[in-house]
Structures are given as C-alpha cells and as structure tokens.
Nanobody, 123 residues
Framework: QVQLVESGGGLVQAGGSLRLSCAASGSILSINTMGWYRQAPGKQRELVAS???????TYADSVKGRFAISRDNGKNTVYLQMNSLKPDDTAVYYCNANPVVPSTYGYRYLEVWGQGTLVTVSS
C-alpha cells in the first residue's frame, strides 16, 4: 500500500507564491514519474508538471516560467513551487506518482493519487 500526503495549499493573493509538497509512504522500491495535476470547478483535471526519476521535467504551457517542480528521491517527495500566481491557477491540486513496489513475483508498477489540496488565488 502506497499513500501520498500533500501539503502547502491555501489562499494567496494574485502575484503571490505557494509551495506544495507531496510525500509518498509505504513499501516502495523506487518511484518513476511524479507529478502534479489540477482540477478547477467545472473543468477537467489537467497536468500541471511532471518530473522523471532522473529529473527530466514537463510543464503545461500555462505555468511555464512561473512554476517549478522538483523531487527528493531519498524522501520520496515531490515539490511544486508556484510563483506569480494568477486567479486562473485556482484549483484543487493533486499529486500523482508511479511507484514500483514489491510483489509475490518480484515487483509491480502502481499509479497512486493524493487526496488533493486546494489552492485559491484571489484577485
């Protein structure tokens, strides 16, 4: 069983910054891609940023230059530094991870989601 625990959401004024954290716990051999998604009211969930185990990153066009994703493999934790926040960034942010876990036959791949953390940006 692998769990993701997110923290760092909250209310911030436009132009401000927030840092989200997501820690994975459980019987984990390694974690491949980790990422952040968001879902605004009435909209579909979308990828915000992702980072591979080697550090390669991907960003949504809407956040490029403002957000930065990073990870600490020793702590199984991924971070999202959000700067120059806009009201359009208001959403529930979800952490996503692809851990490799032990199994009867060696190992298996999982996909796990966090419970979500609300980010509200006021104008």
């Amino acid at each position: 069983q692998v769990q993701l625990v997110e923290s760092g959401g909250g209310l911030v004024q436009a132009g401000g910054s927030l840092r989200l954290s997501c820690a994975a716990s459980g019987s984990i051999l390694s974690i491949n891609t980790m990422g952040w998604y968001r879902q605004a009211p009435g909209k579909q969930r979308e990828l915000v940023a992702s980072i591979g185990s080697g550090g390669s990153t991907t960003y949504a066009d809407s956040v490029k230059g403002r957000f930065a994703i990073s990870r600490d493999n020793g702590k199984n934790t991924v971070y999202l530094q959000m700067n120059s926040l806009k009201p359009d960034d208001t959403a529930v942010y979800y952490c996503n991870a692809n851990p490799v876990v032990p199994s009867t036959y060696g190992y298996r791949y999982l996909e796990v989601w966090g419970q979500g953390t609300l980010v509200t940006v006021s104008s």
